[in-house]
């Protein structure tokens, strides 16, 4: 069956499109994209992403650029619960090894792994723009700062929840 997204969705896409100047319809390829990865299930195969290149009427590549280098875009499956640790130097001179290290330990996976259960996924990833909060995590769209391993547990024990 080919990717296509809901009619609420592609009024969405249209939306999003109708912002930029003919001919500009690329300015819409981050929104658009995570309007695909919310409506295909958290994650943009390379299918999804070549649906995305042509209703924006750019090329493949284009889209695989953008996706590839934002660390927001699941290119694989992801858990419901994904803990996105930042690992830029503020955040590792306060720990974030450390807390990354103590997630691998809990949750017996490596970054990039999915717990076999399908419940979390643990991601390093570039800068989040909260230096003064570090250690710190992007779960959603919800910051954790200052964390700890007891905070750690805490987040794991309600996510399981």
Not at 9 to 21: F, I
Not at 37 to 44: A, M
Not at 93 to 108: A, F, P, T
């Amino acid at each position: 069956m080919p990717v296509q997204f809901s009619d609420t969705a592609l009024a969405e896409v249209k939306r999003l499109v109708a912002r930029y100047p003919e001919g500009k319809q690329k300015s819409a390829l981050l929104p658009v994209l995570h309007l695909a990865q919310d409506e295909f299930g958290g994650w943009l195969s390379t299918e999804i992403l070549d649906y995305v290149a042509s209703l924006l009427k750019i090329t493949p590549i284009e889209v695989y650029e953008v996706a590839t280098f934002y660390s927001m875009y699941n290119l694989k499956p992801v858990g419901k619960h994904v803990f996105e640790v930042c690992q830029t130097g503020p955040c590792m001179l306060n720990g974030s090894d450390e807390i990354i290290d103590y997630i691998k330990e809990k949750l017996g996976i490596r970054p990039g792994e999915t717990t076999t259960d399908g419940l979390f996924t643990l991601k390093t990833v570039e800068c989040l723009g909260a230096c003064g909060y570090a250690p710190m995590m992007q779960m959603g769209k919800n910051y954790l700062e200052h964390l700890t391993r007891e905070q750690v547990d805490q987040i794991i024990a309600e996510s399981r929840k």
